[in-house]
């Protein structure tokens, strides 16, 4: 009986000396578990599980798994590698069911799937699964409050990186004020947080940082500090909880 590993458990009835024959088959059934076995410890030793369900383009940053319920395979912050135009990698964000499961990932601006075949699909909860990025970039919107005129221009150049269910977030810039007279300077999140938030920001372009926060749907984090008076540099850090 071929094995059902890794899919599922192999089931056995237990052999009694004097009563039960054993026969070659009972050994060969034990012979090929353990071949698979050994197969499925190699294939770990990169650090990947590699998946034996089919994986579906859903979105440029989303997939399903039809018929079933595998939710449970894609926590929060799950390393995703696979092969679609290239090879690609994600970290999960959200999970939901309904006949199909649709997990949505991100990859920042550095991956997005596209609408085609999907391959080589692995997920992973290893710190450093092989070939995984340290960090992705993305392209925070920046937007103002307070005050009555816009800086100039302001450049953004924001990684982030996931440890389980924590986001990390740090980014740097500068900051043309021309009038700029702004006492909020707003940054967007790759995704939405949950709670547990904490931040800094430093900057050259306002005397004073008064407070870091992010309130209301948690996609943007917002760095309050006293009127823009120069041009500058700034610094930003942010973790919170997905």
Not at 132 to 160: K, L, M, Q
Request: charged share 15%; aromatic share 14%; hydrophobic share 35%.
């Amino acid at each position: 009986m071929p094995t059902n590993f890794p899919t599922n458990p192999d089931t056995y009835t237990t052999k009694v000396d004097g009563v039960d024959t054993v026969m070659a088959a009972h050994i060969n059934d034990l012979q090929d578990a353990m071949m698979a076995v050994q197969d499925f410890a190699l294939d770990l030793r990169d650090g990947w599980c590699y998946d034996t369900d089919t994986w579906t383009y859903v979105s440029a940053t989303s997939f399903k798994v039809s018929g079933k319920d595998v939710r449970y395979k894609f926590p929060k912050g799950t390393k995703i590698k696979l092969t679609n135009s290239g090879t690609k990698y994600f970290y999960v964000v959200a999970t939901a069911f309904s006949t199909d499961t649709t997990i949505t990932i991100t990859g920042g601006s550095d991956y997005n799937l596209a609408n085609e075949n999907i391959s080589g699909q692995a997920y992973s909860y290893a710190a450093a699964p092989q070939g995984f990025p340290e960090r992705f970039a993305y392209t925070p919107t920046v937007t103002y409050a307070g005050g009555t005129t816009n800086p100039t221009s302001i450049t953004t150049d924001f990684v982030f990186a996931m440890i389980g269910g924590v986001v990390i977030v740090t980014g740097i810039g500068q900051l043309t004020r021309g009038s700029g007279d702004r006492e909020f300077t707003i940054f967007s999140l790759p995704f939405a947080v949950s709670k547990g938030q904490t931040g800094s920001f430093a900057t050259q372009y306002a005397a004073t940082v008064l407070s870091v926060y992010s309130t209301g749907d948690k996609n943007s984090v917002t760095c309050n500090h006293t009127a823009m008076n120069a041009d500058g540099y700034y610094w930003f850090t942010f973790v919170g909880l997905m």
